[in-house]
T-cell receptor
Framework: KAGVTQTPRYLIKTRGQQVTLSCSPISGHRSVSWYQQTPGQGLQFLFEYFSETQRNKGNFPGRFSGRQFSNSRSEMNVSTLELGDSALYLC???????????FGSGTQLSVL | GIQVEQSPPDLILQEGANSTLRCNFSDSVNNLQWFHQNPWGQLINLFYIPSGTKQNGRLSATTVATERYSLLYISSSQTTDSGVYFCAVMYGNNRLAFGKGNQVVVIP
């Protein structure tokens, strides 16, 4: 079985731009969650989707949004980028959300 | 929110040595998972361990949910064990809260 796939691996953007990150979960997994990792704040939960519905959201501003498609693939979008959005964004999948989580390799976003 | 504390924050080991990493959490949780972050940033799930003891090769983990802690044992450490180990607890609705990690360096 293929693992969790995230694209792109690296992104460089400038302040004010927007960005879309993609995540393909393990086949058969319907829950996809997103996490942000920074040196200062560590790993923080962004949101979780199941069957195209956002079930949970972390404490992030509305500039961070996401969606899930019928094939369980997920995208997250960050609008009006700020320097502080520079981070490693990790996606994880599991069958229903309560089991062992499997993570992708992440997207490293740099905002200049 | 729930607090997750890991100790020690940094650990330097001689190859072949054994070590224990500890994770304390502040409230009841649905489950607990241990991860190893490799140099490329990927989080590898080592254990899904809401309670009890599990072993996987040279690694084993124990969670005592009633006392709100978990331990990760590394035996006969190898240089490939280097990296950051994260404890994460699942609470509320399917969200993980992570500790700050244990940075482990294994010296040949």
């Amino acid at each position: 079985k293929a693992g969790v796939t995230q694209t792109p691996r690296y992104l460089i953007k400038t302040r004010g731009q927007q960005v879309t990150l993609s995540c393909s979960p393990i086949s058969g997994h319907r829950s996809v969650s997103w996490y942000q990792q920074t040196p200062g704040q560590g790993l923080q939960f962004l949101f979780e989707y199941f069957s195209e519905t956002q079930r949970n959201k972390g404490n992030f501003p509305g500039r961070f949004s996401g969606r899930q498609f019928s094939n369980s693939r997920s995208e997250m979008n960050v609008s009006t980028l700020e320097l502080g959005d520079s981070a490693l964004y990790l996606c994880a999948s599991s069958p229903t959300g309560v089991e062992k989580l499997f993570f992708g390799s992440g997207t490293q976003l740099s905002v200049l | 929110g729930i607090q997750v504390e890991q100790s020690p924050p940094d650990l330097i080991l001689q190859e072949g040595a054994n070590s224990t990493l500890r994770c304390n959490f502040s409230d009841s949780v649905n489950n607990l998972q241990w991860f190893h972050q490799n140099p490329w940033g990927q989080l590898i799930n080592l254990f899904y361990i809401p309670s009890g003891t599990k072993q996987n090769g040279r690694l084993s983990a124990t969670t005592v949910a009633t006392e709100r802690y978990s331990l990760l044992y590394i035996s006969s450490s190898q240089t490939t064990d280097s990296g950051v180990y994260f404890c994460a607890v699942m609470y509320g609705n399917n969200r993980l809260a992570f500790g700050k990690g244990n940075q482990v360096v294994v010296i040949p």
